[in-house]
Protein backbone atom coordinates (compact mmCIF):
# COMPACT_ATOMS: atom_id res chain seq x y z
CA UNK A 1 0.00 0.00 0.00
CA UNK A 2 0.90 3.49 -0.93
CA UNK A 3 1.37 5.24 3.05
CA UNK A 4 2.41 8.36 3.23
CA UNK A 5 6.60 8.27 4.13
CA UNK A 6 6.08 10.54 7.24
CA UNK A 7 3.69 8.43 8.92
CA UNK A 8 5.54 5.34 8.61
CA UNK A 9 7.56 5.51 11.98
CA UNK A 10 5.31 8.38 13.70
CA UNK A 11 3.62 7.37 16.48
CA UNK A 12 -0.25 7.54 17.88
CA UNK A 13 -1.12 9.82 20.52
CA UNK A 14 -0.95 8.22 23.51
CA UNK A 15 -3.00 8.44 26.70
CA UNK A 16 -2.42 8.17 30.17
CA UNK A 17 -3.21 5.22 32.14
CA UNK A 18 -6.99 4.72 33.10
CA UNK A 19 -8.51 4.17 36.96
CA UNK A 20 -9.26 1.09 36.28
CA UNK A 21 -6.09 0.13 34.51
CA UNK A 22 -3.99 1.16 37.79
CA UNK A 23 -6.57 -0.33 40.22
CA UNK A 24 -5.97 -3.67 38.34
CA UNK A 25 -2.27 -3.65 38.00
CA UNK A 26 -1.91 -2.12 41.89
CA UNK A 27 -4.88 -3.81 43.59
CA UNK A 28 -6.36 -0.56 44.49
CA UNK A 29 -9.95 0.51 46.05
CA UNK A 30 -8.94 4.54 45.22
CA UNK A 31 -7.41 6.14 42.25
CA UNK A 32 -7.12 9.47 41.87
CA UNK A 33 -6.38 10.76 38.21
CA UNK A 34 -4.58 14.10 38.38
CA UNK A 35 -2.85 13.34 34.55
CA UNK A 36 -5.45 14.90 32.13
CA UNK A 37 -5.96 18.38 33.14
CA UNK A 38 -10.31 17.26 33.92
CA UNK A 39 -12.18 19.51 36.59
CA UNK A 40 -12.08 17.62 39.32
CA UNK A 41 -15.11 19.46 40.15
CA UNK A 42 -17.21 17.93 37.40
CA UNK A 43 -19.41 19.56 35.17
CA UNK A 44 -22.19 22.13 36.27
CA UNK A 45 -25.41 20.80 37.59
CA UNK A 46 -27.69 22.06 34.76
CA UNK A 47 -25.60 20.20 32.29
CA UNK A 48 -27.13 16.73 34.05
CA UNK A 49 -30.20 18.38 33.88
CA UNK A 50 -30.05 18.70 30.04
CA UNK A 51 -29.39 14.79 30.00
CA UNK A 52 -31.77 13.94 32.07
CA UNK A 53 -34.35 15.58 29.40
CA UNK A 54 -32.82 14.57 26.98
CA UNK A 55 -35.63 13.07 25.08
CA UNK A 56 -34.56 13.37 20.72
CA UNK A 57 -34.24 10.30 17.98
CA UNK A 58 -30.56 8.57 18.22
CA UNK A 59 -31.67 7.96 14.54
CA UNK A 60 -31.39 11.77 12.92
CA UNK A 61 -28.11 13.56 12.64
CA UNK A 62 -27.08 16.45 14.54
CA UNK A 63 -27.58 19.71 13.83
CA UNK A 64 -25.05 20.12 11.23
CA UNK A 65 -25.06 24.03 11.68
CA UNK A 66 -24.66 23.66 15.34
CA UNK A 67 -27.32 26.45 15.64
CA UNK A 68 -27.86 26.50 19.75
CA UNK A 69 -24.56 26.84 21.01
CA UNK A 70 -23.31 29.12 17.95
CA UNK A 71 -25.93 31.65 19.00
CA UNK A 72 -25.45 31.34 22.59
CA UNK A 73 -21.63 31.53 22.28
CA UNK A 74 -22.08 34.78 19.74
CA UNK A 75 -24.19 36.48 22.28
CA UNK A 76 -21.50 35.41 25.12
CA UNK A 77 -18.25 36.68 23.18
CA UNK A 78 -19.77 39.35 21.42
CA UNK A 79 -19.25 38.64 17.79
CA UNK A 80 -20.96 37.57 14.50
CA UNK A 81 -22.34 33.83 14.18
CA UNK A 82 -19.68 33.22 10.97
CA UNK A 83 -17.15 34.12 13.25
CA UNK A 84 -17.42 30.64 15.05
CA UNK A 85 -15.80 27.55 14.27
CA UNK A 86 -16.70 24.17 16.17
CA UNK A 87 -14.92 20.96 16.11
CA UNK A 88 -14.78 17.03 18.05
CA UNK A 89 -12.84 19.23 21.03
CA UNK A 90 -10.33 21.84 20.12
CA UNK A 91 -8.02 19.14 18.88
CA UNK A 92 -10.17 19.16 15.81
CA UNK A 93 -9.60 22.72 14.97
CA UNK A 94 -6.02 22.11 15.47
CA UNK A 95 -6.19 19.40 12.77
CA UNK A 96 -8.59 21.28 10.49
CA UNK A 97 -6.23 24.34 10.44
CA UNK A 98 -3.22 21.95 9.43
CA UNK A 99 -4.93 20.29 6.83
CA UNK A 100 -6.08 23.50 5.64
CA UNK A 101 -2.80 25.16 5.48
CA UNK A 102 0.46 22.71 5.78
CA UNK A 103 2.11 20.74 2.85
CA UNK A 104 5.19 19.55 1.76
CA UNK A 105 7.16 22.70 0.72
CA UNK A 106 5.79 24.73 3.75
CA UNK A 107 6.70 25.25 7.43
CA UNK A 108 4.98 25.97 10.50
CA UNK A 109 6.62 27.91 13.72
CA UNK A 110 6.04 26.32 17.07
CA UNK A 111 7.00 25.97 20.90
CA UNK A 112 9.04 23.48 22.40
CA UNK A 113 8.23 21.43 25.06
CA UNK A 114 4.19 22.51 23.95
CA UNK A 115 1.03 21.28 23.00
CA UNK A 116 2.51 17.94 21.19
CA UNK A 117 -0.91 17.90 18.22
CA UNK A 118 0.85 20.85 16.66
CA UNK A 119 3.71 19.04 15.42
CA UNK A 120 1.47 16.08 15.02
CA UNK A 121 -1.04 17.31 12.41
CA UNK A 122 2.13 19.32 10.48
CA UNK A 123 4.02 15.29 10.48
CA UNK A 124 0.97 13.85 8.86
CA UNK A 125 0.48 17.09 6.45
CA UNK A 126 4.36 16.71 5.22
CA UNK A 127 5.01 20.31 6.56
CA UNK A 128 8.21 21.19 8.23
CA UNK A 129 8.53 21.56 11.41
CA UNK A 130 10.44 24.40 12.85
CA UNK A 131 10.50 23.97 17.00
CA UNK A 132 11.88 26.68 18.59
CA UNK A 133 12.81 25.67 22.67
CA UNK A 134 11.18 27.47 25.34
CA UNK A 135 12.68 30.12 28.08
CA UNK A 136 11.76 30.14 31.38
CA UNK A 137 8.65 27.74 30.31
CA UNK A 138 7.54 30.56 28.19
CA UNK A 139 7.76 30.99 24.45
CA UNK A 140 10.94 32.93 22.79
CA UNK A 141 8.80 35.05 20.42
CA UNK A 142 11.86 37.11 19.23
CA UNK A 143 12.95 33.12 18.20
CA UNK A 144 10.13 32.34 16.83
CA UNK A 145 9.80 35.78 14.69
CA UNK A 146 13.34 34.57 13.32
CA UNK A 147 11.86 31.19 12.34
CA UNK A 148 9.49 32.75 9.83
CA UNK A 149 10.23 32.70 6.30
CA UNK A 150 8.06 33.00 3.04
CA UNK A 151 6.80 29.21 3.48
CA UNK A 152 6.01 29.81 6.65
CA UNK A 153 1.76 28.90 7.05
CA UNK A 154 0.83 28.45 10.75
CA UNK A 155 2.61 29.84 13.79
CA UNK A 156 1.22 28.52 16.90
CA UNK A 157 0.88 29.78 19.99
CA UNK A 158 -0.19 28.15 23.47
CA UNK A 159 -1.11 30.59 26.19
CA UNK A 160 -1.53 29.44 28.44
CA UNK A 161 1.31 27.04 27.77
CA UNK A 162 0.99 23.16 27.84
CA UNK A 163 3.01 21.51 29.77
CA UNK A 164 4.36 24.31 31.71
CA UNK A 165 1.37 26.32 32.70
CA UNK A 166 3.07 29.82 31.55
CA UNK A 167 0.76 32.64 29.79
CA UNK A 168 1.99 34.86 27.10
CA UNK A 169 1.22 39.12 28.26
CA UNK A 170 -0.89 41.16 26.21
CA UNK A 171 2.59 42.96 25.21
CA UNK A 172 4.06 40.22 23.83
CA UNK A 173 1.10 39.06 22.06
CA UNK A 174 0.85 42.22 20.26
CA UNK A 175 4.68 43.38 19.85
CA UNK A 176 4.63 39.85 17.83
CA UNK A 177 2.23 39.92 15.87
CA UNK A 178 3.21 43.51 14.69
CA UNK A 179 5.72 41.70 13.12
CA UNK A 180 4.21 38.61 11.48
CA UNK A 181 3.67 38.78 7.86
CA UNK A 182 -0.17 39.33 7.41
CA UNK A 183 -0.58 36.04 5.50
CA UNK A 184 0.45 33.62 8.11
CA UNK A 185 -2.00 32.46 10.47
CA UNK A 186 -1.48 32.75 13.85
CA UNK A 187 -3.32 30.14 15.86
CA UNK A 188 -4.01 31.24 19.99
CA UNK A 189 -4.84 27.51 21.78
CA UNK A 190 -6.56 28.91 24.90
CA UNK A 191 -7.83 25.86 26.27
CA UNK A 192 -6.96 26.87 29.97
CA UNK A 193 -8.34 30.28 28.96
CA UNK A 194 -11.08 30.26 31.88
CA UNK A 195 -8.95 29.33 34.59
CA UNK A 196 -6.43 32.67 34.01
CA UNK A 197 -6.39 35.64 36.41
CA UNK A 198 -3.28 37.07 35.23
CA UNK A 199 -3.69 40.86 34.88
CA UNK A 200 -1.63 41.17 31.76
CA UNK A 201 -3.02 38.16 30.36
CA UNK A 202 -4.57 39.76 26.28
CA UNK A 203 -8.09 40.16 25.31
CA UNK A 204 -8.56 37.35 22.49
CA UNK A 205 -11.40 39.31 21.15
CA UNK A 206 -10.48 42.33 20.93
CA UNK A 207 -6.93 40.63 18.80
CA UNK A 208 -9.15 39.28 16.34
CA UNK A 209 -10.59 42.58 15.45
CA UNK A 210 -7.51 44.11 15.13
CA UNK A 211 -5.28 41.49 13.18
CA UNK A 212 -7.34 39.42 11.18
CA UNK A 213 -4.49 36.47 10.54
CA UNK A 214 -5.28 34.74 14.47
CA UNK A 215 -7.45 31.99 15.09
CA UNK A 216 -8.18 31.73 19.15
CA UNK A 217 -9.22 28.27 19.90
CA UNK A 218 -11.22 27.16 23.12
CA UNK A 219 -12.72 24.04 24.26
CA UNK A 220 -15.49 22.94 26.62
CA UNK A 221 -12.93 20.07 28.13
CA UNK A 222 -11.04 21.64 30.34
CA UNK A 223 -12.69 24.15 33.01
CA UNK A 224 -16.31 23.58 31.88
CA UNK A 225 -16.00 19.83 32.76
CA UNK A 226 -16.84 18.30 28.94
CA UNK A 227 -13.87 16.37 28.43
CA UNK A 228 -16.18 13.26 27.49
CA UNK A 229 -18.61 14.92 25.15
CA UNK A 230 -15.48 16.70 22.56
CA UNK A 231 -16.59 20.16 21.51
CA UNK A 232 -14.42 22.92 20.90
CA UNK A 233 -14.50 26.39 19.12
CA UNK A 234 -12.67 28.63 17.85
CA UNK A 235 -12.91 32.43 16.50
CA UNK A 236 -11.53 34.69 14.09
CA UNK A 237 -12.53 36.98 11.40
CA UNK A 238 -15.54 36.01 8.94
CA UNK A 239 -12.93 35.25 5.72
CA UNK A 240 -11.16 32.89 8.08
CA UNK A 241 -13.41 31.17 9.31
CA UNK A 242 -15.20 30.71 5.83
CA UNK A 243 -11.75 28.98 4.72
CA UNK A 244 -11.44 26.63 7.26
CA UNK A 245 -15.52 25.62 7.56
CA UNK A 246 -15.39 23.35 4.00
CA UNK A 247 -12.27 21.44 5.79
CA UNK A 248 -14.50 20.64 8.80
CA UNK A 249 -16.31 17.24 8.62
CA UNK A 250 -19.96 17.53 8.61
CA UNK A 251 -21.94 16.62 12.09
CA UNK A 252 -18.51 16.66 13.56
CA UNK A 253 -20.71 17.51 16.86
CA UNK A 254 -23.12 15.57 18.25
CA UNK A 255 -26.41 16.80 19.24
CA UNK A 256 -26.04 15.73 23.17
CA UNK A 257 -22.81 17.79 23.37
CA UNK A 258 -24.20 20.58 21.58
CA UNK A 259 -26.51 20.58 24.56
CA UNK A 260 -24.64 20.43 27.05
CA UNK A 261 -22.13 22.92 26.36
CA UNK A 262 -24.82 25.04 26.01
CA UNK A 263 -26.18 24.41 29.56
CA UNK A 264 -22.49 24.54 31.06
CA UNK A 265 -21.98 27.75 29.04
CA UNK A 266 -25.05 29.40 30.75
CA UNK A 267 -23.55 28.86 34.25
CA UNK A 268 -20.64 30.74 34.27
CA UNK A 269 -21.37 30.99 38.56
CA UNK A 270 -19.71 27.03 38.29
CA UNK A 271 -17.10 28.34 36.29
CA UNK A 272 -16.20 31.60 39.08
CA UNK A 273 -16.18 28.73 41.10
CA UNK A 274 -13.95 26.66 39.50
CA UNK A 275 -11.38 29.32 38.94
CA UNK A 276 -11.54 30.18 42.32
CA UNK A 277 -10.67 26.76 43.82
CA UNK A 278 -8.41 26.45 41.48
CA UNK A 279 -6.37 29.03 42.49
CA UNK A 280 -6.55 27.56 46.26
CA UNK A 281 -5.57 24.28 45.09
CA UNK A 282 -2.45 25.89 43.12
CA UNK A 283 -1.42 27.89 46.23
CA UNK A 284 -1.20 24.64 48.10
CA UNK A 285 1.13 23.08 45.76
CA UNK A 286 3.17 26.08 45.46
CA UNK A 287 3.45 25.76 49.30
CA UNK A 288 4.79 22.20 49.06
CA UNK A 289 7.27 22.72 46.86
CA UNK A 290 8.25 25.75 48.91
CA UNK A 291 8.33 23.57 51.69
CA UNK A 292 10.43 20.45 50.18
CA UNK A 293 13.03 22.66 47.87
CA UNK A 294 10.73 21.39 45.01
CA UNK A 295 11.15 23.95 41.78
CA UNK A 296 7.98 24.40 39.70
CA UNK A 297 6.35 26.72 36.99
CA UNK A 298 3.93 29.31 38.33
CA UNK A 299 1.38 28.16 36.72
CA UNK A 300 -2.07 29.98 34.89
CA UNK A 301 -3.93 26.49 33.89
CA UNK A 302 -5.19 24.21 35.93
CA UNK A 303 -2.08 22.14 36.33
CA UNK A 304 1.35 22.52 37.88
CA UNK A 305 4.79 20.98 36.55
CA UNK A 306 7.06 20.01 39.28
CA UNK A 307 10.89 19.20 39.35
CA UNK A 308 11.64 16.08 41.19
CA UNK A 309 15.19 16.46 39.47
CA UNK A 310 15.15 12.37 38.99
CA UNK A 311 13.87 10.37 36.35
CA UNK A 312 10.40 10.98 35.96
CA UNK A 313 8.99 7.68 35.07
CA UNK A 314 10.20 6.74 38.91
CA UNK A 315 7.77 9.33 40.20
CA UNK A 316 5.28 8.52 37.69
CA UNK A 317 5.12 4.94 39.03
CA UNK A 318 5.69 5.53 42.55
CA UNK A 319 2.55 7.64 42.70
CA UNK A 320 0.51 5.20 41.15
CA UNK A 321 1.42 2.60 43.29
CA UNK A 322 0.21 5.12 45.67
CA UNK A 323 -3.53 5.74 43.98
CA UNK A 324 -2.90 8.58 42.29
CA UNK A 325 -1.89 9.30 38.44
CA UNK A 326 -0.01 12.21 37.47
CA UNK A 327 1.76 12.89 33.68
CA UNK A 328 5.69 11.77 32.96
CA UNK A 329 7.23 14.60 31.97
CA UNK A 330 9.36 12.38 29.91
CA UNK A 331 6.47 12.06 27.24
CA UNK A 332 6.12 16.10 27.54
CA UNK A 333 9.70 17.23 26.95
CA UNK A 334 10.48 17.65 30.25
CA UNK A 335 12.38 14.38 31.76
CA UNK A 336 12.42 15.16 35.71
CA UNK A 337 9.66 16.31 36.17
CA UNK A 338 6.24 15.34 36.38
CA UNK A 339 2.98 17.17 35.36
CA UNK A 340 0.05 17.30 38.62
CA UNK A 341 -3.24 18.30 37.28
CA UNK A 342 -4.92 20.36 40.68
CA UNK A 343 -7.03 18.37 42.02
CA UNK A 344 -10.32 18.71 45.35
CA UNK A 345 -8.26 20.18 48.51
CA UNK A 346 -8.45 16.57 49.53
CA UNK A 347 -7.18 14.89 46.12
CA UNK A 348 -4.13 17.43 46.77
CA UNK A 349 -3.41 17.04 50.17
CA UNK A 350 -3.67 13.26 49.48
CA UNK A 351 -1.36 13.36 46.68
CA UNK A 352 1.69 16.01 48.26
CA UNK A 353 1.43 13.65 50.96
CA UNK A 354 1.99 10.57 48.49
CA UNK A 355 4.90 12.65 47.08
CA UNK A 356 6.70 13.58 50.45
CA UNK A 357 6.60 9.82 50.81
CA UNK A 358 8.57 9.72 47.74
CA UNK A 359 11.23 11.83 48.39
CA UNK A 360 11.57 10.36 51.95
CA UNK A 361 12.18 7.32 50.43
CA UNK A 362 14.35 8.64 47.71
CA UNK A 363 16.39 10.30 50.34
CA UNK A 364 17.77 7.27 52.06
CA UNK A 365 17.89 5.41 49.37
Known amino acids: ?40 FGSSPKVKEYIQSYAESFAIYPDGYITGLRSALSKKLGIQEQQLIFGNGSDEI ?52 AAIDEQTAVVWLCSINNPTGVHLTKAQVVRFLDQVPKDVLVVLDEA ?64 LAQGAAAAALADQEFISVCRKENRKGLEQYYRFCQEEGLFYYPSQGNFILIDFQCDADEVFEYLMGKGFIVRSGKALGFPTFVRVTVGSAEENTGIMAAMKSFLADRAVK
Open 94 to 145: LQIVSRALLEPGKNTVMAYPTFSQYRHNAIVDGAEVREVPLVDGAHDLNAML
Open 192 to 255: YYEYVVADDYYDALEIIQTYPNVLVTRTFSKAYGLANFRVGYGFASDAVIQLLEPVREPFNVNK
Open 1 to 40: MKWKNQIINLKAYQPGRSIEQVRKQYGLDRVVKLASNENP
